[in-house]
């Protein structure tokens, strides 16, 4: 269990530039949730995938906001025609129907911070 | 609206003390989960305790506890002998059980442990 992982890290962007993101989940996870989280603010969601299946969009999900997860698998979160205003901390999280502690529990990656300039 | 209120901005605590944080929330739901998570500097969110909002037995995980109070809506976390590496920002949580189970955050308390 290698945990929750996202890439890029770091992304610097001009405005209007198109931005992919990555999230690979733990592997026997079939919900993964993005999150968006600015400076000094705690994260906001945005969607959720059960398997392949995007079953829930935050109103902050505008129409440049596009996220999929093929097979049920990572997914990926694209930002089109990016605005500075989209500059915030991209986090991906992870969870299964486990048991006891794990039960339902969200596990985090280490997010995808992007600059737009 | 459903929300959470992190009431403290900053705490500071000294080593081998003991700090609260506070958070209160708004749900008018009955079965819900409610999380503390800590977030290191540049390092990512990790769970730190978790209660179950139908369990009156408050949770505890090592050297942190929690006193929940359900009527109040009320969530405060409880660190004992603090430690240098629980230097964070620590962000209370709750979801709600059936449907996404998305989490609400807090705007979160940043932690300073003083040597």
């Known amino acids: 269990d290698t945990g929750v992982s996202q890439n890029p890290r770091h992304k610097i962007t001009k405005r209007g530039q198109n931005v992919t993101f990555r999230c690979d989940p733990i592997?026997?996870?079939?919900?993964l949730y993005w999150y968006r989280q600015t400076l000094g603010q705690g994260p906001e969601f945005l969607t959720y995938?059960?398997?392949?299946?995007?079953?829930?969009k935050s109103r902050l999900l505008s129409d440049r906001f596009s996220a999929e997860r093929p097979k049920g698998s990572f997914s990926t979160l694209e930002i089109q025609r990016t605005e500075q205003g989209d500059s915030a901390m991209y986090l991906c999280?992870?969870?299964?129907?486990?048991?006891?502690?794990?039960?339902?529990?969200?596990?985090f990656g280490p997010g995808t911070r992007l600059l737009v300039l | 609206a459903q929300t959470v209120t992190q009431s403290q901005p900053e705490m500071s605590v000294q080593e081998a003390e003991t700090v609260t944080l506070s958070c209160t929330y708004d749900t008018s739901e009955s079965d819900y989960y409610l999380f503390w998570y800590k977030q290191p500097p540049s390092r990512q969110m990790i769970l730190v305790i978790r209660q179950e909002a139908y369990k009156q037995q408050n949770a505890t995980e090592n050297r942190f506890s929690v006193n929940f109070q359900k009527a109040a809506k009320s969530f405060s976390l409880k660190i004992s002998d603090s430690q240098l590496g629980d230097a964070a920002m620590y962000f209370c949580a709750y979801n709600v059980q059936g449907g996404s189970e998305k989490l609400v955050f807090g705007k979160g308390t940043k932690l300073t442990v003083n040597p």
């Open positions: 999280a992870s969870s299964s129907r486990g048991t006891g502690r794990t039960r339902e529990t969200q596990y």
């Open positions: 592997s026997e996870h079939n919900r």
């Open positions: 995938f059960q398997n392949e299946a995007q079953l829930e």
